[in-house]
């Protein structure tokens, strides 16, 4: 008996608005709205709902159908503000015995390469989410982009999963092939799961490509191909944007009538049945460990993290965001945290990527940005921006030494006005004693310039006790 | 070629263009050059080989040697009146030295085009015809395959020598007068330029964005046009000789004439946004122009005087001087059908802002493009390269190759290859 695995990834970025240098210090709002709004409206119509109503047909029609998902938290948040009807289609799946949700990183962030604080939050964060909004509990981890390495899937591990999805890179696997189940080599508890990208490729990228040569793709051919696959090897993982359904394959491309056709094909005509990720990696066992020591995507011809991280722009906006790290852990303002998780996205280093002569088709999805130059200076505008917020939070959190200068300072200042302040009553009270005198006086007229002389005197005072 | 300059006596873009492509030509081989141009400057510096007399014109023939090349090229200048002129200070010094000859002083900007105003009138048109007529003769004495006439005023004599001879015509437009006249176009110069592209068997387009002005605004059927980008020739000059810039203040370089064309009231406004936002910073606008009286008093009364700074025209070195100093160059140009200056600056490691509505812009990856008339995003770019490090660590990197990529050599090959096509349709 062997197994195909169906994994679908669902997330959309809260994409920032134009935001000007003149804007740092003046305005807190980052995103997009009309933007982010449009795009998930279109992507929902065109690609999620129709997406899940197939899905929920297929559960019902076949009963050896099973897939797996996974939401990042940003977009469930974007399903909740733009299209509820979308959660509460995903709601249905969920409750159905035969569908499965896996854990990820809340923002879509990067986090695993560089703060293992930071990454366990945003795990803990999404599993709250899947559990608040679908009642389930993930046991099953894909990591942003399906980026993997040994050190990744050790700290997967740790967190309790039993195992982990990432891709079957080439350079990786070497002769190896990717339809097995693998282990961690740190911790081989974890179980690791490969995507086949030929197969999943074939689907997510070539199907309505008129240029290849298996063109048409039909659901009788893809059968065809997994029965012949070598009778040894066991899984086979189909991974892949669930937008490929409706939007990067639209439906002209005849893509849901191949997905509706496709488990019948699998059941019908092969020895393949269907596994969720779990199942497969409780019910396999693995044949070897994976060495993975340098992380792994399923990115582009490279399989690595050259489309987020590598350029000076990507670091440098990357070193800029997480240095903040530490400071935002003391912070409890939502608004800060929300941004936080925000601003973490993957998809703003995606779009600072310089790569774009090779895979520009890719890149340019749904890309608001000119250039990646363009996409840089936005993204270091609005950081710079959260940067003065974080640290003011900070500072008022944290008594820190600027606001105990800050405070002293006022304490001193206070003090100077209150001298002032003493000084002008006795001004006042010799310009009272004076004015009895004009009185004596008005017919000489010499008290009129007296009095003006006073009063700007004491102007002068004031202003220089504000000023200092 | 029928050209308008060429070196030792060049005002600007046009001369440096058809120099680079002439020396490239020579690089890729089997093509011979002769050259010709309206006699620019009465100085007698080079050997003068022989002299064609043909009825009331003379014409002079040099043999210009390139050292480089081991080769010689013919090299003629004809005697005209036409003088040709880039910046209103050379006009006058010119003007103050010989007040009684007969020249005809025609302003031209960097590019070698003529800013047209209406007191040049009918002489003009007179020089223009002239020059054709003198083309014709050489046409007619000289052995050659391919006519190739530089800009609109060597459209004539292309023509001319075209009718004479019978050989294909190609004429290369560094730019027309709608770029020249920001839509304030010029019916007689009009005439001329449409007159050489319908003659034309092929027209070369320094960008797309020419080509597309030659298709729409003068009629011309898509097939026959053809864009071949310029190059630029490898900086000879080393940067290290110049004092890097005393004062700690970034600095930000406007390089060009100060004329509408240029758009250099978009930097002004455009420095105005980053000065409120910045301290540490200066404006340069470097050159000079009709409207930079205009440009000083915007500037007076933005009260931003007192960062912003006018240099008046350079020359030479000082340009590279000034590129040197700079963190940041920007060219907010309305209407640039090629513009080489961004090049140079990417040379000297200096990251460019420019214009959408330039050539340059077709060509350069690696570099900030906004809309001239967009001053936020102007504004916004120049924050950006002033405050972020890595974009000028990216530009320097990586923009200083892709120059480096643009070499006279591959657009000759391109110029070449129009040559033979033309050749064997004959």
Not at chain 1, 89 to 103: K, Q
Not at chain 1, 272 to 297: C, D, G, H, K, N
Not at chain 2, 404 to 425: C, F, M, P, T
Request: proline share 4%.
């Amino acid at each position: 008996m062997r197994r195909i695995s169906l994994y679908f990834q669902i997330h959309q970025p809260f994409r920032l608005r134009r935001y000007r240098f003149f804007d740092i210090g003046n305005d807190h709002y980052y995103y997009d709205d009309y933007l982010n709004e449009s795009i998930l409206r279109k992507v929902a119509e065109k690609s999620y709902l129709r997406a899940n109503e197939v899905m929920l047909r297929l559960l019902e029609r076949y009963e050896g159908f099973k897939v797996a998902f996974s939401v990042t938290g940003i977009a469930l948040e974007q399903f909740e503000l733009y299209a509820p009807e979308v959660l509460e289609s995903f709601r249905r799946l969920a409750a159905h015995p035969r569908v499965e949700f896996l854990a990820e990183t809340y923002a879509h962030s990067l986090a695993s390469l560089v703060n293992r604080d930071e990454f366990v939050r945003q795990v803990e964060q999404h599993k709250k989410a899947l559990k608040d909004h679908f009642g389930v509990t993930p046991g099953v981890f894909r990591n942003t982009e399906l980026i993997y390495s040994d050190e990744i899937g050790a700290m997967v591990a740790d967190m309790g999963f039993e195992g982990i999805l990432t891709e079957g890179a080439k350079h990786v696997l070497g002769w190896k092939s990717p339809n097995y189940l693998y282990c961690n080599a740190i911790n081989p508890r974890l179980k690791v799961l490969l995507k086949n990208f030929k197969m999943s490729d074939d689907i997510a990228f070539r199907f309505s490509d008129q240029n290849w040569e298996e063109w048409p793709l039909t659901a009788e051919k893809f059968a065809g191909w997994l029965r012949d696959i070598p009778p040894e090897e066991e899984i086979v993982g189909l991974f892949m944007d669930y937008e490929t359904f409706g939007e990067h394959q639209w439906e002209e491309t005849g893509i849901f009538d191949f997905l509706e056709a496709l488990p019948g094909a699998v059941l019908d005509t092969t020895d393949f049945v269907f596994s969720t990720p779990l199942e497969a990696v409780r019910e396999l066992q693995p044949v070897s460990e994976i060495s993975v020591p340098y992380p792994i995507s399923w990115a582009d011809e490279e399989r690595d993290l050259t489309a987020w991280l590598g350029n000076e722009l990507q670091d440098e906006a990357f070193q800029k965001l997480y240095a903040l790290e530490g400071k935002i852990r003391k912070i409890k303002d939502p608004a800060i945290r929300k941004d936080w998780n925000y601003l973490q996205a993957s998809d703003h280093f995606y779009y600072m990527c310089t790569k774009f002569f090779s895979d520009g088709a890719v890149h340019s999805y749904f890309n608001p940005y000119d250039s990646p130059y363009d996409a840089f200076i936005n993204f270091m505008n609005v950081l710079s921006d959260f940067e003065i917020r974080v640290n003011a939070a900070h500072a008022v959190k944290e008594g820190s030494p600027e606001v105990a200068r800050l405070n002293k300072l006022l304490k001193e200042k206070e003090k100077e006005l209150k001298a002032y302040e003493e000084e002008l009553k006795k001004y006042r009270g010799e310009r009272a004693s004076r004015k009895t005198v004009r009185k004596r006086t008005t017919k000489k007229s010499a008290g009129g310039k007296t009095s003006r002389s006073t009063s700007g005197k004491s102007n002068r005072k004031r202003s220089s006790s504000s000023g200092a | 070629m029928f050209g308008w300059e060429f070196p030792p006596h060049i005002s600007g873009g046009l001369g440096t263009a058809s120099y680079g492509l002439t020396k490239g030509l020579y690089a890729v081989g089997g093509v011979e050059i002769l050259f010709v141009v309206p006699r620019a400057h009465g100085d007698e510096d080079q050997t003068m080989v022989r002299v064609l007399g043909a009825s009331e014109v003379s014409v002079k023939r040099h043999f210009h040697h390139f050292e480089e090349m081991k080769r010689s090229m013919d090299y003629i200048r004809v005697d005209s009146k036409i003088v040709p002129y880039t910046d209103p200070d050379e006009f006058w010094s010119l003007k103050k030295k010989e007040v009684s000859s007969d020249r005809w002083y025609v302003q031209t900007d960097e590019e070698g085009r003529l800013s047209f105003s209406g007191k040049y009138g009918d002489d003009l048109m007179d020089e223009i015809a002239r020059y054709a007529l003198v083309a014709s003769v050489i046409a007619a004495e000289n052995d050659f395959d391919i006519i190739h006439a530089h800009d609109w005023l060597a459209y004539p004599a292309g023509i001319a020598a075209k009718e004479v001879s019978g050989k294909p015509l190609v004429i290369h437009v560094h730019a027309t007068d709608f770029d020249r006249s920001r839509g304030n176009v010029n019916p007689d110069v009009y005439a001329i330029e449409k007159r050489g592209m319908d003659t034309a068997d092929r027209i070369i387009a320094v960008s797309n964005l020419t080509r597309r002005t030659i298709i729409e605004k003068y009629h011309i059927p898509p097939e026959k046009v053809v864009t071949v980008y310029n190059a630029v020739e490898p900086l000879a000059i080393n940067r290290d000789r110049f004092a890097k810039k005393s004062i700690p203040d970034k600095i930000v370089t406007f390089l060009g004439r100060i004329t509408m064309q240029k758009g250099p009231e978009y930097f002004v406004e455009a420095a105005v946004r980053v000065l409120r936002k910045m301290d540490r910073v200066r404006f340069v606008m470097a050159g000079s122009g009709d409207m930079m009286q205009k440009m000083i008093s915007l500037v007076a009364r933005e009260k931003i005087a007192d960062h912003f700074h006018f240099t008046g025209f350079l020359k030479g070195e000082d340009v590279y001087r000034m590129l040197s100093m700079s963190d940041v160059y920007v060219m907010p140009s309305v209407s640039e059908p090629f513009g080489i200056s961004p090049l140079e600056a990417l040379q000297s490691d200096v990251p460019v802002i420019i214009s959408h509505q330039s050539g340059v812009a077709e060509v350069l990856t690696h570099a900030l493009k906004v809309n001239y008339w967009d001053i936020d995003a102007m504004a916004d770019a120049i924050y950006g390269v002033l405050n972020y490090p890595a974009l000028t660590k990216m530009f320097r990197k990586y923009g200083k190759e892709e120059v480096n990529q643009l070499k006279w050599e591959n657009s000759a090959r391109q110029v070449k290859q129009i040559y033979e096509s033309l050749l064997q349709g004959a």
